[in-house]
């Protein structure tokens, strides 16, 4: 049942056989008979913004989701250097955590490591992991954050996006091995986190599948006592990667698996992103692994908060799936569209939201490959450049079609051309139809209601127009650098920067946009002027 190297605690083995009991009774249809969260033990939500106020009302609402613990992370805190950097940040984050506690939630901050080295353990920029005293200065830094700020339960350990990289050889030297780098840096902290009584949870994002192997091996040699947090997909939130491969590898380990319904990638939850359906896939795969205990799900990065808005059903959803593992996508629908907006405008707002997910992924991917900036219109270097480092064909390594997708990208021929621009007509086809329903409903919500939704749903749709003019651009200029005698198609790029030009001075009229993502007027205007630039350079080459 468990892997031999591993002996689970008592608790592991009852949430276990809970999960078996559990999902047998729902696989013959019958109401299960222990509530979920017994299977879920870890239930949080990871804030990103250091903003007190939102921070702290929207802990209040944390009851009503069944969350359990709270993550403070990337602008709150990311290096435990800034608890004493001598700003108030580390006053705000006690404040906060204090609060937390009134709500009966746990508290666990982010770390990234290595950070912040003294000078006397690099040379030439390199940090020197084999020098006398580094892991004494580890090990004081931590005893420090626990000593001055016991309000903190844990800590959240990340090894990449830092200042040294403990796996890049060219960031930090060592004669040992990368995974028992990874296994030394994890205990060394851990055993700061065990003497205070402090939880430890280590996040397994990396952007390599060496990194990742890397990683599993350095793990299987930590405490059993350090938790493991793996995002639903490998590497970061794309919504056409495969299942992460590490999710379950740690058979009698707690692994807390991380979910995005921030949207940092999808619009920041400004435009509808709503995905019961995928939250339902990714999660079932999840607990059907052993080790899984919990989950985490982002709530707003960049400040961008997802309760309040429409993608508050992805929230509502993780909750239900937490309540009862007999929940499926269909029942969330109609139970949150009813009480969000009322029986009579349900069935409607049910049918605009339900093709945003296709709305938003056909608009910012291309052929499920990763092009957008995050949420933001994407300059061509950028696309240009992730089209290879962030290919699908990396994890698909089995799957020769990724590989010959990718080369095709990078360099399309008028046939791809056309069937690229097919999915964007998609996209638009479909953000009108959300509109049509959205007002059909209208006579049923409230003004403030269809007010809402309606600013929402014409950003998304102008969102699936200008990123169908960027493609035609972006993808008509490579087809133009390789096929130059192509007739019409010179004139055919500048019309799509004529009218991405427009759609920028819409933007700017548009005070609901300012320079938010998506389709700030700025990061319209930046990506027309480096393409007429190319342009220009190309017709003047010889």
């Not at 002996?7 to 729902?26: E, N, T, V, Y």
């Not at 793990?219 to 970061?236: G, L, W």
């Not at 052993?290 to 960049?302: E, I």
């Not at 972006?474 to 019309?495: E, S």
Request: aromatic content about 12%.
């Amino acid at each position: 049942m468990f892997h031999p190297k591993f002996r689970p605690s008592k608790q592991d083995r009852r949430i276990f056989m809970i999960r078996l009991i559990c999902l047998s009774i729902a696989g013959f249809g019958l109401p299960a008979i222990t509530p979920a969260t017994d299977l879920v033990p870890y239930r949080a939500w990871q804030f990103h913004k250091l903003n007190p106020p939102y921070v702290s009302s929207t802990m209040k609402m944390a009851h009503n989701y069944d969350i359990n613990t709270v993550v403070f992370s990337h602008d709150m805190i990311g290096y435990a250097s800034q608890l004493f950097d001598g700003s108030n940040r580390g006053e705000q984050l006690r404040e906060l955590a204090r609060n937390a506690h009134a709500e009966h939630l746990k508290v666990w901050i982010w770390v990234h490591e290595l950070q912040d080295v003294p000078q006397e353990y690099l040379d030439n920029h390199v940090v020197q992991l084999d020098r006398p005293g580094l892991w004494k200065w580890l090990t004081e830094r931590y005893e420090r954050v626990f000593a001055e700020y016991p309000e903190f339960d844990g800590l959240m350990l990340t090894f990449d996006e830092t200042e040294y990289k403990i796996f890049d050889p060219k960031q930090v030297h060592s004669s040992i091995s990368m995974p028992d780098r990874l296994a030394r840096l994890i205990n060394t902290i851990n055993a700061v986190c065990e003497r205070h009584g402090k939880d430890l949870i280590v996040r397994s994002f990396f952007y390599e599948p060496q990194e990742m192997e890397w990683f599993r091996e350095g793990y299987a040699k930590t405490s059993q006592r350090v938790m493991i947090q793996s995002k639903c997909e490998p590497h970061d939130w794309d919504p056409f990667y495969p299942d992460n491969s590490l999710i379950g590898q740690f058979p009698g380990r707690r692994q807390i698996i991380e979910f995005d319904g921030s949207a940092e990638f999808f619009g920041k939850n400004r435009v509808p992103y709503t995905q019961p359906e995928y939250f339902e896939r990714r999660w079932r795969y999840d607990l059907s692994k052993p080790g899984v205990a919990g989950y985490n799900l982002r709530l707003d990065h960049g400040g961008y908060d997802a309760l309040r808005t429409p993608n508050e059903i992805n929230i509502y959803a993780m909750y239900r799936f937490t309540q009862d593992p007999t929940v499926n996508a269909r029942q969330i629908w109609k139970e949150w569209t009813e009480q969000r907006y009322g029986h009579g405008a349900a069935a409607q707002v049910e049918q605009a939201l339900q093709p945003t997910y296709d709305i938003v992924n056909h608009s910012f991917y291309t052929l499920q490959f990763w092009v957008t900036n995050h949420s933001r219109l994407p300059l061509f270097q950028y696309s240009e450049s992730v089209l290879h480092l962030r290919t699908m064909a990396k994890w698909y390594p089995n799957d020769a079609r990724y590989a010959q997708l990718e080369q095709k990208l990078l360099n399309p021929d008028a046939d791809l051309l056309e069937q690229i621009l097919q999915e964007k007509d998609q996209a638009i086809a479909l953000a009108h139809e959300s509109l049509l329903h959205l007002e059909l409903a209208r006579g049923d919500l409230s003004p403030e209601q269809y007010a809402d939704l309606y600013w929402r749903f014409a950003l998304l749709e102008r969102t699936a127009v200008i990123w169908r003019l960027h493609a035609e651009a972006f993808f008509g200029y490579k087809v133009l650098k390789a096929h130059p005698t192509i007739p019409g198609l010179r004139q055919r790029v500048l019309r799509a920067l004529d009218g991405l030009e427009a759609q920028a001075v819409v933007s700017a009229k548009d005070a609901r946009i300012g320079q938010d993502p998506p389709c700030s007027a700025s990061e319209i205007r930046a990506f027309v002027k480096d393409m007429r630039s190319r342009l220009s350079s190309e017709e003047s080459t010889p």
